[in-house]
């Protein structure tokens, strides 16, 4: 079992940056992979980032250079930091693991376990 809590998020101008986080809460000593998927108004929710433990990442093709990733084990801790966000990237924006050292099967399989979600929004 994990839980999963976000922090952060806001609204924020276009060009600017941001950062949100993740604290998980395992029950467990088998490694997981931690992302982040999203979901704008009246759209599907899709794939942003994961992370495995071992700091092997895979990003999204339309976040690539512009979000980064990073992980504190120590902390249980996912930090997502968006720069140059734009209108485009307004969802909210939910924490995500996965059992496993595979940052694709995330991808490719889906969550295990989900946060509460996040709200950021993008003023142009």
């Known amino acids: 079992q994990v839980q999963l809590v976000e922090s952060g998020g806001g609204l924020v101008q276009a060009g600017d940056s941001l950062r949100v986080s993740c604290a998980a809460s395992?029950?467990?000593?088998?490694?997981?992979?931690m992302g982040w998927f999203r979901q704008a108004p009246g759209k599907e929710r899709e794939f942003v980032v994961a992370?495995?433990?071992?700091?092997?990442?895979i990003y999204a093709d339309s976040v690539k250079g512009r979000f980064f990733i990073s992980r504190d084990n120590a902390k249980n801790t996912v930090y997502l930091q968006m720069n140059r966000v734009q209108p485009v990237d307004t969802a909210v924006y939910y924490c995500a693991a996965r059992y496993g050292s595979t940052p694709n099967n995330i991808v490719r399989y889906g969550s295990q376990y989900w946060g509460q979600g996040t709200q950021v929004t993008v003023s142009s």
């Open positions: 395992a029950r467990t000593s088998s490694p997981y992979v």
């Open positions: 992370i495995s433990g071992s700091g092997d990442s």
